[in-house]
């Protein structure tokens, strides 16, 4: 049991690159979560897929798209990278509508770097 | 959902218990207080989380005061696998996580 994992661990783009982040989980939760963290800041929520077919956006997602390809797995993708997305990207899911209990496992994250 | 306020930094003793103060003085009565911790910019990990009573589990305790508008979450026995960002979390049933930018809490031998 992997729990989240995401690939890769470290990237480094040129600006104008496009690259696709990629996230699973194998506890077959319903929700999953795109989050950036840039030094000595909190997490903030990219996007969010709350059931397998459904995205939506959430505080930050400018510059960004996902992918709920199905209920493992939710990608990531910055179409045309700028030094401004250089940060740590984590991924989460959680079993959502277990009540209001709504533990959000994260996977080790991906540290990118946009020259 | 309601902001919180959490101190910058903390030390603590090894052995000591350590106690992080949350104000969530806007907090509605649906929300729950939770707690993350992020280890050495590792992805954050679930501590605990409340409602209105005190809670504890095998890593801490969650203090919620009667009005809800404030929490402390104890760890009795700090260790240095404990020195991390904890991060204090209000949030609605189906709602966001917004994380805060948490107390960093330094365990000193």
């Known amino acids: 049991n992997a729990g989240v994992t995401q690939t890769p661990k470290f990237q480094v783009l040129k600006t104008g690159q496009s690259m696709t982040l990629q996230c699973a989980q194998d506890?077959?939760?319903?929700?999953m979560y795109w989050y950036r963290q840039d030094p000595g800041m909190g997490l903030r929520l990219i996007y969010y897929?709350?059931?397998?077919?459904t995205t939506d956006k959430g505080e930050v997602p400018n510059g960004y798209n996902v992918s709920r390809l199905n209920k493992r797995e939710f990608s990531l993708r910055l179409e045309s990278a700028a030094p401004s997305q250089t940060s740590v990207y984590f991924c989460?899911?959680?079993?959502w509508g277990r009540g209001s209990y709504n533990e959000q496992f994260f996977g080790p994250g991906t540290r990118l770097t946009v020259l | 959902d309601a902001k919180t306020t959490q101190p910058t930094s903390m030390d603590c003793a090894e052995g000591r218990a350590a106690n992080l103060p949350c104000n969530h003085s806007?907090?509605?009565?649906?929300?729950?207080v939770y707690w993350y911790r992020q280890i050495h910019s590792q992805g954050p990990q679930y501590i605990i989380h409340?409602?209105?009573n005190n809670e504890t589990n095998e890593m801490a305790s969650l203090i919620i005061t009667e009005d809800r508008k404030s929490s402390t979450l104890i760890l009795p026995h700090a260790t240095l696998r404990d020195t991390a960002v904890y991060y204090c979390?209000?949030?609605?049933?189906?709602?966001?996580?917004?994380f805060g930018t948490g107390t960093s809490l330094t365990v000193i031998p």
């Open positions: 989460a899911s959680s079993e």
């Open positions: 806007t907090i509605s009565g649906n929300e729950y």
């Open positions: 409340g409602l209105k």
């Open positions: 979390i209000v949030r609605a049933p189906g709602n966001q996580f917004y």
């Open positions: 506890m077959n939760h319903n929700s």
């Open positions: 897929s709350a059931s397998e077919g």
